[in-house]
């Protein structure tokens, strides 16, 4: 099992940037590939970003390509989130996940997830 932590949320205004990561415990990092998927209120949580194991390959939303890129530290146990041009439809809860396979947008397929951390952008 692996255990997941975020963090760095936070209110910002509209155009801010913040960089939100999320640590992980527990078995080998290196194993899972990442994701980032986000939930805004009354809605389904969609796919943000996702990184292969080794970190060589990523995969974002149309939605945020451009202004957002994962990255991941896998001596740090942690993967990133850095996040520009903010917009208000960015607000929403930030998962992490990991997945024993490889990089996906099918949030079906991560097997662990944490907690979540909110970001809010003010207009």
């Known amino acids: 099992q692996v255990q997941l932590v975020e963090s760095g949320g936070g209110l910002v205004q509209a155009g801010g940037s913040l960089r939100l990561s999320c640590a992980a415990s527990g078995r080998t990092f290196s194993r899972y590939a990442m994701g980032w998927f986000r939930q805004a209120p009354g809605k389904e949580r969609d796919f943000v970003a996702s990184i292969s194991k080794s970190g060589g390959s990523t995969y974002y939303a149309d939605s945020v390509k451009g202004r957002f890129t994962i990255s991941r530290d896998n001596a740090k146990n942690t993967v990133y989130l850095q996040m520009h041009n903010l917009k208000p439809e960015d607000t929403a809860v930030y998962y992490c996940?990991?997945?024993?396979?490889?990089?996906?947008?099918?949030?079906?397929?991560?097997?662990?997830w944490g907690q979540g951390t909110q970001v809010t952008i003010s207009s």
């Open positions: 996940a990991a997945d024993e396979g490889i990089a996906t947008v099918i949030q079906d397929r991560y097997d662990y």
